[in-house]
């Protein structure tokens, strides 16, 4: 019912930008939250970045520490997508990078849910 496609991932080289975009469909309701999540190999999944109330006055950021005031998350209710942008990216061990969203469709509503996208590969090496 509810499905979450990435893009925009790829190889880049350290200094460079990527954007990552999410892509939801299905019959949403309403998003909660929109994010993005990011895993090495051999290592736990980590929250990079998300967007609370993304259309809302009083929307808010979160985002891990090791990105915050270097990459930015926007989302766009009404498109249903939502993005990443990772300026100036340093050398860093490739990672699947993925979407989430806690949100509600038809099946659920009022009561939200999360759903994971598949995931894109970023790796920043020269």
């Known amino acids: 019912q509810v499905q979450l496609v990435e893009s925009g991932g790829g190889l880049v080289q350290p200094g460079g930008s990527l954007r990552l975009s999410c892509a939801a469909s299905g019959s949403i309701v309403s998003f909660k939250v929109m994010g993005w999540y990011r895993q090495a190999a051999g290592k736990e999944r980590e929250l990079v970045a998300q967007i609370t109330r993304a259309d809302a006055s009083d929307a808010s950021t979160d985002y891990a520490g090791s990105v915050k005031g270097r990459f930015t998350i926007s989302g766009d209710n009404a498109k249903r997508t939502w993005h990443l942008e990772m300026p100036n990216l340093a050398p860093d061990a490739p990672a699947v990078y993925s979407c989430?969203?806690?949100?509600?469709?038809?099946?659920?509503?009022?009561?939200?849910?999360?759903?994971w996208g598949l995931g894109t590969q970023v790796t920043v090496s020269s």
């Open positions: 989430s969203s806690r949100l509600a469709h038809r099946g659920t509503w009022p009561s939200a849910a999360p759903y």
